[in-house]
């Protein structure tokens, strides 16, 4: 059973930085593609960040430029660098697979940006 352990969330001011990271457990995970999603307060879950087993990332406007995701496949684990931050990225962020079936949800760590 495949489970994700999101962590590196905290309080940042405008424009910081801050390095999520997911820890993957199952012996699937070099072959899933991944993505970093976000739930913010009364709004709907979204995709913003995803990266293939090879080839490039691809990442909602709203971030595009300013976070970037990576894997380490031996680690099973998968990053996601965000810069620049804005009032508007906060939400909880979670990770799972980009493509197919969606496994079930790990707790998610917060991120809140606000000065």
């Known amino acids: 059973q495949v489970q994700f352990v999101e962590s590196g969330g905290g309080l940042v001011q405008p424009g910081g930085s801050l390095r999520l990271s997911c820890a993957v457990s199952?012996?699937?995970?070099?072959?899933?593609?991944m993505g970093w999603y976000r739930q913010a307060p009364g709004q709907q879950r979204e995709l913003v960040a995803a990266i293939p087993t090879g080839g490039s990332a691809n990442y909602a406007e709203s971030v595009k430029g300013r976070f970037t995701i990576s894997r380490d496949n031996a680690k099973k684990t998968v990053y996601l660098q965000m810069n620049s931050l804005k009032p508007e990225d906060t939400a909880v962020y979670y990770c799972?697979?980009?493509?197919?079936?969606?496994?079930?949800w790990g707790q998610g760590t917060q991120v809140t940006v606000s000065s």
């Open positions: 199952g012996s699937a995970f070099s072959i899933y593609a």
């Open positions: 799972n697979r980009a493509v197919g079936r969606i496994l079930d």
